[in-house]
């Protein structure tokens, strides 16, 4: 019976030794611990054991690669760009390409010519636009990047500079006349975009200015 009681001591003791369990050592609480700083580091807290600090996000959640912008320059913008003017060019020429396709044609009657005729005019018209307006953004995209390289920042006046070289060289072959008719166009629609962008900001500086 005592060798029993014995070997039951010594698993015990030894199941005990095992799980980080000591008999003859000192036993710390869990409250006695959690007040133990660390080296460099504040106390611990007794309910998630790790450094309170860590849990604060005072920046952003992102990483960037090292000199990296926040937001996606003109380069990147280029490709979204003119993936969409050429989708909403080819949308408003088949658009439009339909609707003359079936003033040309309301003469005749339903049949495979007319179909024919108004597919027809749908693919020209589609094509014609998403060519236009694909090549326009092309062409304010190049000058948009070459343009923010050039002068190393960012901001309106690329924007503004970048439509009206886009304005003048799609109309150069009109001569003169045809340079400054474009370059006034772009440099207008481009102006306008510009201020959209900034109309909350200039409205608050009037407001304080009124203030």
């Known amino acids: ?5 014995g070997n039951s001591n010594r ?8 799980f980080g369990g000591s008999s003859g050592g000192p036993s710390y609480s869990n ?3 959690a007040g133990v700083p660390l080296t460099g580091m504040s106390p611990l807290s007794p309910y998630l054991n790790v450094d309170p600090r860590y849990l604060l996000q005072d920046t952003d959640e992102f990483i960037l690669p090292t000199g990296a912008n926040k937001t996606r320059g003109r380069f990147e913008l280029a490709f979204f760009t003119i993936g ?5 060019g ?3 020429g088949a658009m439009n390409g339909l609707r003359l396709g079936l003033k040309e044609t309301q003469k005749m009657f339903w049949s495979k010519p007319r ?3 108004i597919l027809n005019m749908v693919t020209r018209q589609g094509a014609l636009w998403a060519n236009t307006l694909g090549s326009l953004a092309l ?4 000058f948009g990047v070459v343009i923010e390289k050039t002068r190393g920042a960012e901001d309106d006046i690329n924007t503004v500079a970048a439509g009206t070289l886009t304005g003048m060289l799609y109309k150069c072959s009109g001569g003169l006349r045809g340079v400054a008719r474009g370059g006034l166009t772009g440099l207008t629609l481009t102006s306008l975009y510009a201020l959209y962008n900034n109309w909350e900001r200039l409205k608050g500086s009037v407001t ?3 203030l």
């Open 90 to 92: 080819a949308a408003f």
């Open 84 to 88: 969409g003017c050429c989708i909403t």
């Open 208 to 210: 304080q200015e009124s």
């Open 115 to 117: 179909n024919v005729q």
């Open 31 to 33: 409250a006695d611990l």
């Open 139 to 142: 062409l304010y995209s190049a």
């Open 11 to 18: 698993s015990s003791g030894g199941l005990t030794g095992f």
């Open 1 to 5: 019976m005592e060798g029993n009681g």
